[in-house]
């Protein structure tokens, strides 16, 4: 079946089998390899793009579905040189160890911050508990998303753990 | 020897981050080769069962299928190679009989997985149930006796005073024990309890890619894995091949815990298609089979004793358990156990006695998970001194004091025979009880106890052995002999400054998210004084990297880490002879900071790195008759493991009408010697915690009597998630080490060695009032509510 959407800014077309994943059709067709999978029960939230703004697991998607929907994947989140807020805030708070969850992260953190620009450590909670990280037990985590949700409206970020502890 | 330059101990912003969190990290499965096939595995519906007959036909009908093997086409491969071979080795595919549910019985090549994944449904395998032997104590009985060729159920059985005969002369301390027993002045408190099995779930499946060269003849591997090395040698060895014709390849792993710390069947299987089809094979794990194909951890069971006066002294530590091998041995399957008897004592100078059977049962392999034996040491022994802290009404942190070791007992010997490098237990136990705040905590939970809350405050003490290891552990199984490669587990680095100052480091170790390209380089950085961006951290590739071990029991700063530092020593001394000659002054006076050298004293007096570079590569610059090039490859053999050790505080909340366990409060006091990025040490201590809370209250590999898995997706499997976990409350004491210069002992399982036990007390203490002694892990809500339910009616 032939597909097209928007990925990243840029209009794509395939020809995929109705059956295709949209997250095999970013990875394999698109050759966009940040968006991962990690499980096949759209769980673990490795997936995670952003379909029309929202934070969506392409594990759960077919690509047909996404018929002229404007999809952002991890690729896309930085401006040129300039990293997103949440990217920037993962480097800066150590929010990710093996990276594998990274992207997925990232999208869903962003999307987030978009919806609800001052959420509280809870609500940052309850945002991402849709993707499991295995190595960082989400502290630091949460500590990238509080970080970039500063960043993103233009306050100072809260300093960081080590700040606090080393002189 | 202290380290106090600027980059070590500094906080240093990871040189891995930018690639990952923009996506353009690589895993194995992002790496495409032209012309490659995919696999998919059949795999067995049965726990036990012959097999009568393989029918191929239908599959290799489907277009795009390019081969189905079965054990006819790999037998003469032999089986998969282990380096401690008690127990029944697996066929690379399964050979007459099934001994697991998942076990890959034939193996679908095709064009795309879509494809094998159609064809592997269309291969007809008819079977023969047997009888399957699944669980501890029934599989123990040889009721069901597994393996034909083997006397028993029980491989091997592990004895703490005589663990490893002809090495230690150990005391056996049964006598003594059993003579305490009968003193009227004490109390015996013993408890059988459940240290589950658990299945490591890094986030990023394993995936396997191979590409055989008949041109070159050598076979070019990827793998996500911990130890390329390793994997290298167990390939050649298994095709005949010397180690320098096959090339593993372990680009970013994406979590590894231990699971990666193993050869697979696939990893050989790929390999073999690859030379067969003259085309690359991949195959990538859906996290459905991983339950089938990756090894599992932990799964004991076992009841410990502990026989103590009235007043806290410990007369007698007893451990008597079963440990779940799986249906097959794989690298180190029967000697886990072994690293548990390792810190079997804990921070403790008491008598101990083990005995681990290890058992065969139909289940998937078990190997090293996280702590691999020393979470599952931690866990018996300290809900057994809680249960005995309870019984004769003494603080739990007093206990614990009273039979520690103490600082000047250091270097002290444990009841097996090993000397721990150094420990100051009281210091870190009291630096918790204030940090917490433990009196009031407990006058909290008074307080909440009044008002009908149950809140439980639950403390405990871990020692880890890890950085290993010692040469001699090699003669004991702890080298990579069974996979061709007469080693030991030495640490390696190499430190290259190219002719335009830059350096690159090669290091026998890999980073699974431990940030190794950091952390080595912010070493390499504080010898040399070149920059951090001016570094470059190789690793994972055996044709550049140095001969190395690979990642795994808390060893790479302490081993490789210390290679790396003794081979920036040597580039150090030799660039010391060259700045001497440029700067007409003594090598002893040259000093290496920001980007160059200069003489003490004259900090005007300087040369650049490029400038020192270009005098290296050009030796007529440079001082009579010196060698050109400056690069120096250093490999570590520590004299002992090293033994960091700390004691951590969980503060619960349960609710007694749901069961429901919530985590308040999470404080863990660390030592694991220098610190090199505390950055870095507190997100191992982070994801580590994190790993033991999961094995508390929610992770649990389930199998049926009749071997079926049931837990094989993350909705059956649940990892804590964002809302389970609190913020941790990290803190730290350093005591220094002196098993190698940099004075680091290691840290990347200390949280998961020292945390489920923490939890499960906290919850016991919590429900104490209502009279429950004892849960078994995980604290899921249902299992809290009836363990209430059940103390409440006795």
């Known amino acids: 079946m032939k597909v097209s959407m928007t990925v990243n800014g840029r209009l794509v077309n395939g020809d995929v089998e109705p059956r295709t994943l949209l997250v095999?059709?970013?990875?394999?067709?698109?050759?966009?390899?940040?968006?991962?999978?990690?499980?096949?029960?759209?769980?673990?939230?490795?997936?995670?793009?952003?379909?029309?703004?929202?934070?969506?697991?392409?594990?759960?998607?077919?690509?047909?579905?996404?018929?002229?929907?404007?999809?952002?994947?991890?690729?896309?989140?930085?401006?040129?040189?300039?990293?997103?807020?949440?990217?920037?805030?993962?480097?800066?708070?150590?929010?990710?160890?093996?990276?594998?969850?990274?992207?997925?992260?990232?999208?869903?953190?962003?999307?987030?911050?978009?919806?609800?620009?001052?959420?509280?450590?809870?609500?940052?909670?309850?945002?991402i508990e849709g993707n499991l990280c295995r190595c960082t037990g989400y502290h630091n985590i949460v500590k990238s998303i509080e970080y970039a949700a500063a960043k993103a409206r233009g306050e100072t970020p809260p300093p960081a753990d080590w700040e606090e502890a080393v002189v | 020897m202290t380290i106090t330059m600027s980059q070590v101990g500094g906080i240093v912003r990871r040189k891995e981050d930018p690639a990952l969190i923009q996506g353009r990290g690589v895993y194995v499965d992002d790496i495409k080769l032209n012309g490659e096939l995919t696999v998919a595995f059949v795999r067995s519906p049965f726990a036990r069962a012959r097999i009568r007959s393989v029918d191929t036909s239908a599959a290799l009908a489907i277009p795009g299928v390019r081969a189905v093997y079965t054990i006819d086409d790999v037998r003469s491969l032999g089986p998969l190679l282990a380096q401690i071979p008690i127990g029944k080795l697996r066929p690379l595919l399964a050979d007459g009989v099934v001994n697991h549910v998942g076990e890959a019985v034939a193996m679908v090549v095709a064009q795309d997985r879509y494809q094998a994944e159609d064809a592997a449904e269309a291969v007809l395998v008819e079977y023969d149930q047997l009888p399957a032997s699944v669980g501890l104590k029934f599989s123990a009985t040889d009721e069901v006796k597994i393996h034909d060729d083997l006397e028993s159920n029980i491989l091997h059985t592990w004895v703490s005073h005589d663990w490893w005969p002809g090495v230690f002369e150990l005391e056996d301390y049964r006598p003594a024990i059993a003579a305490a027993?009968?003193?009227?002045?004490?109390?015996?408190?013993?408890?059988?309890?459940?240290?589950?099995?658990?299945?490591?779930?890094?986030?990023?499946?394993?995936?396997?890619?191979?590409?055989?060269?008949?041109?070159?003849?050598?076979?070019?591997?990827?793998?996500?894995?911990?130890?390329?090395?390793?994997?290298?040698?167990?390939?050649?060895?298994?095709?005949?091949?010397?180690?320098?014709?096959?090339?593993?390849?372990?680009?970013?792993?994406?979590?590894?815990f231990g699971c990666k710390l193993n050869v697979y069947p696939d990893e050989i299987l790929v390999c073999f298609a690859s030379h067969q089809l003259e085309a690359p094979v991949r195959w990538t794990e859906t996290r459905r089979e991983a339950g089938y194909s990756t090894i599992h951890g932990r799964g004991w069971i076992g009841t410990a004793t502990i026989t103590g006066t009235k007043d806290g002294e410990i007369l007698g530590y007893e451990l008597d358990a079963m440990a779940d091998m799986g249906a097959y041995s794989q690298n180190l399957t029967v000697a886990i156990p072994v690293l548990g008897l390792y810190a079997a004592s804990g921070q403790y100078n008491i008598p101990v006695e083990w005995t681990v059977k290890c058992v065969t049962t139909n289940t998937q392999t078990t190997d090293a998970y996280r702590g691999a034996g020393r979470p599952e040491a931690a866990y018996y022994l300290e809900r057994a001194i809680d249960m005995y802290a309870a019984e004769i009404g003494m603080h739990p942190g007093d206990v614990r004091k009273k039979n520690y070791f103490k600082k000047e007992d250091f270097p002290a010997t444990t009841p097996i025979g090993l000397t721990m490098d150094s420990g100051d237990y009281i210091t870190t136990l009291d630096k918790l009880l204030i940090d917490a705040d433990y009196a009031g905590l407990k006058e909290m939970q008074a307080q909440a106890r009044s008002e009908g809350r149950y809140i439980g405050v639950g403390l405990s003490s871990y020692v880890e052995v890890c950085g290993f290891g010692p040469s001699i552990l090699a003669e004991f199984g702890f080298g990579w002999d069974g996979y061709g490669l007469p080693t030991s587990f030495s640490g390696s680095g190499l430190v290259r400054i190219n002719p335009d100052g830059s350096a690159t480091v090669f290091i026998g170790t890999g980073p699974s998210g431990q940030g190794h390209e950091t952390t080595w380089a912010q070493i390499v950085s504080d010898r040399l004084g070149i920059g951090m961006e001016r570094i470059r951290v190789a690793h994972g590739d055996t044709s550049d990297a140095p001969y190395g071990i690979g990642t795994f029991g808390s060893r790479s700063a302490a081993v490789d880490g210390t290679a790396t530092y003794e081979a920036a020593e040597k580039v150090r001394s030799k660039a010391a002879d060259l700045v001497a000659h440029m700067l007409e002054a003594s090598a002893e006076d040259i000093r290496f900071a920001d980007g160059g050298a200069h003489v003490v004293g004259a900090p005007g007096h300087t040369v650049t790195w490029a400038e020192i570079a270009e005098v290296a590569y050009k030796p007529h610059k440079g001082p009579e008759g010196i060698e050109a090039g400056l690069e120096a490859h250093a490999m570590f053999s520590p004299g002992n493991a090293t033994w960091p050790f700390g004691s951590n505080i969980a503060v619960v909340e349960v609710d007694v009408e749901t069961g429901n366990v919530d985590i308040l409060r999470y404080v863990a006091m660390d030592d694991c010697g220098n610190v090199i990025n505390p950055m870095i040490v507190d997100g191992q201590l982070h994801g580590g915690i994190a790993q033991g809370i999961g094995q508390a209250l929610f992770e649990e590999a389930v199998y049926d009597p009749d071997g079926n898995l049931l837990s094989t997706s993350l909705v059956d499997y649940p990892l804590p998630t964002?809302?389970?976990?609190?913020?941790?409350?990290?803190?730290?004491?350093?005591?220094?080490?002196?098993?190698?210069?940099?004075?680091?002992?290691?840290?990347?399982?200390?949280?998961?060695?020292?945390?489920?036990?923490?939890?499960?007390?906290?919850?016991?203490?919590?429900?104490?009032?209502?009279?429950?002694?004892?849960?078994?892990?995980?604290?899921?809500?249902?299992?809290?509510w009836q363990a209430i339910q059940d103390a409440q009616e006795a």
């Open chain 2, 722 to 784: 964002a809302t389970d976990l609190p913020m941790f409350e990290l803190d730290r004491t350093v005591t220094l080490t002196d098993v190698n210069p940099l004075g680091v002992k290691g840290i990347g399982e200390a949280g998961t060695v020292g945390s489920a036990q923490t939890i499960v007390n906290a919850v016991v203490d919590a429900l104490a009032p209502l009279g429950v002694k004892h849960i078994d892990m995980p604290l899921r809500p249902k299992k809290v």
């Open chain 1, 24 to 127: 095999h059709f970013i990875r394999e067709e698109l050759a966009l390899t940040g968006t991962h999978i990690g499980c096949e029960t759209s769980y673990c939230g490795a997936c995670t793009v952003h379909v029309d703004g929202e934070a969506t697991k392409s594990c759960t998607m077919l690509a047909v579905q996404a018929e002229g929907a404007s999809i952002t994947t991890i690729e896309g989140m930085a401006m040129g040189d300039e990293l997103h807020p949440v990217q920037e805030g993962f480097w800066e708070r150590h929010g990710l160890q093996c990276g594998y969850c990274t992207p997925g992260m990232i999208m869903s953190g962003a999307a987030l911050i978009a919806a609800n620009p001052s959420p509280t450590e809870d609500e940052i909670r309850h945002g």
């Open chain 2, 181 to 256: 027993k009968e003193r009227d002045d004490v109390v015996i408190v013993s408890q059988e309890m459940v240290n589950q099995r658990l299945i490591p779930v890094a986030i990023e499946p394993r995936a396997v890619l191979a590409d055989w060269s008949h041109g070159y003849d050598r076979v070019t591997l990827y793998t996500s894995s911990q130890i390329p090395h390793a994997v290298s040698g167990a390939i050649a060895k298994t095709f005949g091949l010397p180690v320098n014709a096959v090339h593993v390849i372990a680009p970013e792993v994406g979590g590894g």
